[in-house]
Nanobody, 120 residues
Framework: QVQLVESGGGLVQAGGSLRLSCATS????????MGWYRQVPGKQRELVATISTSGTGGSTNYAGSVKGRFTISRDNAKNTLYLQMNSLKAEDTAVYSC???????????WGKGTLVTVSS
């Protein structure tokens, strides 16, 4: 089992910045990919960014809507995943959830999410 706990959400004005954190615990050695997703009520959850956690490469992938504004990173020593969000827009308002994928078991783990509200 893997536990994920997000933090760092809140209210920010358009153009501002926030950094989300996702603290991980449990059997994290099996995790090969982690990511951030977001969901607005009434809409489908969408991918924001992912990062490989196998090896030291840390290859990343971003949704087109956030590329150049958001940065995903990880601190292996702290077992924490981050999402630095800059130049925030009203359309970035959503619940942001942390995700971890166990390739060997084919299992996805999810945090409960943290709300980000961007006022225009």
């Amino acid at each position: 089992q893997v536990q994920l706990v997000e933090s760092g959400g809140g209210l920010v004005q358009a153009g501002g910045s926030l950094r989300l954190s996702c603290a991980t615990s449990g059997n994290i050695a099996r995790i090969t990919t982690m990511g951030w997703y977001r969901q607005v009520p009434g809409k489908q959850r969408e991918l924001v960014a992912t990062i490989s956690t196998s090896g030291t490469g840390g290859s990343t992938n971003y949704a087109g809507s956030v590329k150049g504004r958001f940065t995903i990173s990880r601190d292996n020593a702290k077992n924490t995943l981050y999402l630095q969000m800059n130049s925030l827009k009203a359309e970035d308002t959503a619940v942001y959830s942390c995700n971890a994928y166990d390739l060997t078991r084919g299992v996805y783990y999810w945090g409960k999410g943290t709300l980000v509200t961007v006022s225009s």
